[in-house]
C-alpha cells in the first residue's frame, strides 16, 4: 500500500475521563497497539546518550539503536534525546524522540551502511502474520534539516534454537520530512506461516526499522526499486512521535495506554532501580560469611528472560551495628529467576554470618542496577 503523509494542524476531539478509561481498557491489546512504549513515556534508561555505538543500545525503553558503517564515518556526534512537546501542539502526547547529528557523515557508504531505530513485537510473528493478514503503521516525524529522508521497513523473525525459517523482509517505503509535525501511515501485507518453522526458543518476533542512514543496496534490499544512498544530510533534529501498529489496513487512531500499564509492559523487558537517594535500600538478604552476602532482588514484574545484570556507581551492604561497609567487587546474579533473583556481593571481612543485611548506595544517588530481558 502507498505512503499517506498528511500535513497541518494537529487536533482530536477531548474525551471525558470515563470514556477515555474505556478506550484505554479495550485497545490494551497487540492488534489493536503492537508498539509498546509507542508514545515515548517510558525512560528507564535515562533521557539523554551521546554517539550509541553498540547495536543494541536503549535509551527509551524497547526502541534499540543499530548501526553498521561499512566504509561510512559518523558525524562528530549523534545525540539521542527525550523532548518534551509544546503544549496543545499534538493530542494525547507529551514526549517525543530525537536524534541530533551535527552533520552528515561521509559521503562514501558501503554496501551495507545503515543507522536505525527498531522496535521488536514478541511473538508478533505467530499472532500478527500470515496469509493475506496486514498490519499498519502509522506515526508523526519532522526534521529540522532540510531534504531528509526517513526510511521504514519490516521484517518477520522466527526465533532461534533449532532450526529456524531465515528472516523474511517486508519491503517497506521512504518517506520525505519536512519542518513541521506530519502524519505518515503505511500498510504491509504480511507472508505466510505455512510451511514455516519457528525456533524452540520461543523468542520469534515482528521487527519494525526506523531508517536514517542507508547505502543504496542496503536501501534496495529494504524498501526495493534502486533508492539513492541517504546520509544524515546535514545537522539538525530528526523527529518521531505517536509510534503506532495495528492488524489491518484501516488507520486507527492513536490511544495511548495508562502509565502504569506501558511501564510494567517496558519492565518485562528491562527492570531498572536507581538510587533516588544518598544510601538508597535495592534490597535486603543475609550475610553468608564475614566476606558475602546473598541479596534477594523481586522485580514487581515478571521479566522475559533470565535477566543479565549491569551496574553503576558506588554501592554498600549494611552492617549489624548500622554502619556501611563499600563494596568493592562486582555485583553478580547468582541464582537467576523471571520473577526475581538473588545477588551475591562481597566486602571485607567485616560481616557476621547469618546476620541480615541490605544493599544501599553509597552515599551515591547515581547508582543503579540494570536488570536487561530485551529480545535478542
Request: glycine share 12%.
Given at each position: 500500500m502507498a505512503l499517506t503523509t498528511i500535513t497541518g494542524e494537529i487536533q482530536a476531539q477531548p474525551l471525558n475521563d470515563n470514556f477515555s478509561y474505556l478506550l484505554n481498557s479495550i485497545y490494551e491489546n497487540m492488534p489493536r497497539q503492537a508498539v509498546i512504549n509507542g508514545n515515548f513515556d517510558i525512560w528507564q534508561r535515562g533521557t539523554s546518550i551521546t554517539n550509541p555505538t553498540a547495536t543494541g543500545t536503549f535509551l527509551t525503553d524497547k526502541f534499540g539503536i543499530a548501526s553498521a558503517t561499512d566504509g561510512w564515518t559518523f558525524p562528530a556526534n549523534i545525540i539521542h534525546s527525550r523532548q518534551e512537546l509544546t503544549p496543545g501542539d499534538m493530542s494525547n502526547s507529551y514526549y517525543f524522540y530525537r536524534i541530533n547529528p551535527d552533520g552528515a557523515g561521509s559521503v562514501v557508504l558501503g554496501a551495507t551502511t545503515s543507522y536505525c531505530l527498531y522496535h521488536r513485537v514478541e511473538h508478533g510473528t505467530r499472532y500478527l502474520c500470515g496469509a493475506n493478514k496486514k498490519v499498519t503503521l502509522n506515526f508523526?516525524?519532522?526534521?529540522?534539516?532540510?531534504?531528509?529522508?526517513?526510511?521504514?521497513?519490516?521484517?518477520?523473525?522466527?526465533?532461534?534454537?533449532?532450526?529456524?525459517?531465515?528472516?523474511?523482509?517486508?519491503?517497506?517505503?521512504?518517506?520525505?520530512?519536512?519542518a513541521n509535525w506530519t502524519y505518515h501511515t503505511y500498510a504491509w501485507t504480511t507472508n505466510t506461516l505455512t510451511g514455516k518453522t519457528f525456533g524452540t526458543a520461543n523468542n520469534d518476533y515482528l521487527q519494525l526499522r526506523f531508517e536514517y542512514v542507508w547505502s543504496s543496496a542496503y536501501g534496495t534490499a529494504q524498501f526495493g526499486g534502486t533508492p539513492t544512498a541517504e546520509t544524515f544530510v546535514g545537522s539538525g533534529n530528526i523527529d518521531i512521535a505517536q509510534v503506532q501498529l495495528c492488524v489491518g489496513d484501516t488507520v486507527l487512531p492513536f490511544v495511548p495506554k495508562r502509565y502504569q500499564d506501558e511501564l510494567n509492559l517496558c519492565r518485562r523487558f528491562n527492570r531498572r532501580l536507581t538510587a533516588n537517594s544518598a544510601y538508597y535500600c535495592f534490597g535486603t538478604g543475609q550475610a553468608i560469611s564475614t566476606t558475602a552476602a546473598k541479596i534477594f532482588m523481586p522485580f514487581g514484574v515478571q521479566v522475559r528472560t533470565t535477566p543479565t545484570l549491569s551496574s553503576s556507581g558506588t554501592f554498600c551492604l549494611t552492617k549489624s551495628d548500622g554502619t556501611y561497609q563499600q563494596i568493592t567487587a562486582a555485583i553478580t546474579i547468582d541464582n537467576t529467576g523471571i520473577d526475581g533473583v538473588w545477588l551475591t556481593t562481597t566486602v571485607s571481612a567485616v560481616l557476621t554470618a547469618g546476620n541480615a543485611t541490605s544493599l544501599n548506595a553509597m552515599n551515591d544517588t547515581t547508582a543503579y542496577l540494570n536488570f536487561d530481558a530485551e529480545i535478542s
Open positions: 508523526y516525524a519532522k526534521s529540522s534539516i532540510t531534504n531528509k529522508r526517513l526510511g521504514m521497513n519490516l521484517s518477520q523473525r522466527y526465533g532461534s534454537g533449532g532450526t529456524p525459517t531465515s528472516t523474511e523482509n517486508l519491503l517497506g517505503t521512504i518517506c520525505n520530512l519536512t
